[in-house]
């Protein structure tokens, strides 16, 4: 890619996002491509910027959240920013760890409920008269 900028288009199907969401990214102040009249081109900075994005929310951080650790970035540079984000990833490795049990407990209900309408059905069990 080098040092030339993208279009909307590009952009669009480089991370198969909508138009809409990058004009949304775009109003929340997460990315500043470059306008020529009406057409937007996004510099290999913006690039950077929607990859971070796109981890972020697979990560589960709020736009809000990776809005504010973008601006850290350009605001007190690189090592703030990685401390901030270090802080960010335990808050959610934590959260996740929890959904995590959570989740697994819900599935181990599924499977004995499964089970015991299993065991249900092979008895037998009794008809509601009609």
Same mark, same amino acid.
């Given at each position: 890619?080098?040092?030339?900028?993208?279009?909307?288009?590009?952009?669009?199907?480089?991370?198969?996002?909508?138009?809409?969401?990058?004009? @949304? @990214?775009? @109003?929340?102040? &997460?990315?500043?491509?470059?306008?020529?009249?009406?057409?937007?081109? *996004?510099?290999?900075?913006?690039?950077?910027?929607?990859?971070?994005?796109?981890?972020?929310?697979?990560?589960?951080?709020?736009?809000?959240?990776?809005?504010?650790?973008?601006?850290? *970035?350009?605001?007190?540079?690189?090592?703030?920013?990685?401390?901030?984000?270090?802080?960010?990833?335990?808050?959610?490795?934590?959260? &996740?760890?929890?959904?995590?049990?959570?989740?697994?407990?819900?599935?181990?209900? &599924?499977?004995?409920?499964?089970?015991?309408?299993?065991?249900?059905?092979?008895?037998?069990?009794?008809?509601?008269?009609?």
């Amino acid at each position: 890619m080098g040092d030339t900028p993208i279009s909307f288009k590009q952009m669009c199907a480089k991370f198969d996002v909508t138009p809409r969401t990058l004009r @949304y @990214y775009e @109003y929340i102040e &997460l990315l500043s491509p470059i306008r020529d009249g009406r057409a937007r081109f *996004y510099t290999p900075r913006e690039v950077a910027r929607m990859t971070l994005i796109m981890r972020g929310r697979r990560f589960g951080f709020s736009l809000e959240e990776m809005r504010q650790w973008l601006e850290l *970035y350009d605001e007190k540079g690189s090592v703030p920013q990685f401390e901030v984000f270090v802080e960010m990833a335990d808050r959610q490795l934590a959260a &996740l760890e929890t959904q995590r049990r959570e989740l697994d407990a819900t599935i181990e209900d &599924l499977r004995a409920l499964r089970e015991e309408t299993r065991r249900l059905a092979a008895e037998g069990a009794p008809r509601k008269p009609a």
